[in-house]
């Protein structure tokens, strides 16, 4: 039995990708798996808003100050840029642009 620890999507595509590549027999759930990573993928231009429980209890979080504003948890930003895990929002209040880890937001409606 092996414990693994995923911080990331693109760490977790690697996991699966070397796991379907060297056992045969899982290539099917294998396949469903990044299927599934890859059908939730924030994507440039989608509309997102932070998740409370996630962001609160991050490393980013209390490396600065952990009062954040409502509005990143209230109102729709616009994803902007992406590199690797991390999503660049623009939300449409007069503040700058906010880098979030991609597991710290949801897509909004």
């Known amino acids: 039995m092996y414990i693994v620890v995923v911080y990331g999507r693109s760490q977790l595509k690697f996991l699966l990708f070397f796991l379907c590549k060297n056992l045969k027999s899982m290539k099917t759930i294998c396949n469903l798996s990044l299927l599934t990573i890859m059908a939730d993928k924030i994507k440039k231009g989608a509309f997102v808003r932070a998740v ?18 409502s509005y990143i948890f209230e109102s729709k930003g616009e994803v902007v840029d992406l590199k690797e895990d991390y999503a660049l929002v623009k939300f449409y209040v007069p503040t700058p642009n906010v880098w979030f880890r991609t597991d710290q937001l949801e897509l909004a409606e």
Do not use: G
């Open 52 to 69: 409370r429980e996630k962001l609160e209890n991050s490393l980013e979080a209390k490396a600065s100050d952990a009062r954040f504003p």
